[in-house]
């Protein structure tokens, strides 16, 4: 079946720094990628999207590279702030609709 | 911005008790979804729904679970006899077309002791 693995659990940064988060997935035949952001107690809210035709999306403060071939998901954001902290999922649509989540990152920005 | 709402915030059960949990998606989404998250762990999907009735259901979504659509605006997920391991936090999505962006309400925390 299909799987989203995220590189780290946990990343630190400094504020104004910026961050970068990374997902792989297993199958090759995935077309749509959302990465959402989750702070404590709340549901995942949605940051960017990209389809596979494309390789990289922008927007404000973050972009999200799509390699293909190596099926390789990442999430940049730039100028990182105290705000950014939360867990940040990459998901992926299968061909019923449903999502598949990674485990998620923490990314903590220190001030 | 319309958003995705979901009532209560936070039940408490006893196990064995039946609970509904408690939807409002976007009005004009037409895609509707369960997902569990247990504390510490990832998203997982339970439940798709759509024209009243459902498309697609995780091997988590057994007999016990079942969701409904009562009217033209609610989305209920009802588990039937709580377990212990029901207890997580249950979000509701919807969405225009299954291909588009899945947007999350806040979530129901669920504990059942």
């Known amino acids: 079946g299909e799987s989203v693995g995220l590189h780290l659990p946990t990343l630190s940064v400094q504020e104004g720094d910026n961050s970068i988060i990374n997902c792989a997935y297993s199958?090759?035949?995935?077309?749509?990628f959302i990465w959402y952001k989750q702070e404590s107690g709340k549901g995942p809210q949605f940051i960017i999207d990209i389809r596979s035709n494309m390789d990289k999306r922008q927007g404000q403060r973050v972009t999200v590279l799509l390699n293909k071939t190596v099926k390789h998901l990442s999430l940049q954001i730039a100028a990182t702030q105290p705000g950014d902290s939360a867990v940040y999922f990459c998901?992926?649509?299968?061909?019923?609709?449903?999502?598949?989540f990674g485990q998620g990152t923490e990314l903590s920005v220190k001030p | 911005e319309p958003e995705v709402t979901q009532t209560p915030s936070h039940q408490v059960t006893q196990m064995g008790q039946e609970v509904i949990l408690r939807c409002v998606p976007i009005s004009n989404h037409l895609y509707f979804y369960w997902y569990r998250q247990i504390l510490g762990q990832k998203v997982e999907f339970l439940v798709s729904?759509?024209?009243?009735?459902?498309?697609?259901k995780s091997e988590i979504f057994d007999d016990q679970f079942s969701v409904e659509r009562p009217d033209g605006s609610n989305f209920t997920l009802k588990i039937r006899s709580t377990k212990l391991e029901d207890s997580a936090m249950y979000f509701c999505?919807?969405?225009?077309?299954?291909?588009?962006?899945?947007?999350f309400g806040p979530g129901t925390r669920l504990t059942v002791l």
């Open positions: 999505a919807s969405t225009t077309a299954y291909t588009d962006t899945q947007y």
């Open positions: 729904f759509y024209n009243n009735e459902i498309s697609e």
């Open positions: 199958n090759s035949a995935s077309d749509y």
């Open positions: 998901a992926l649509y299968n061909q019923g609709g449903k999502l598949i």
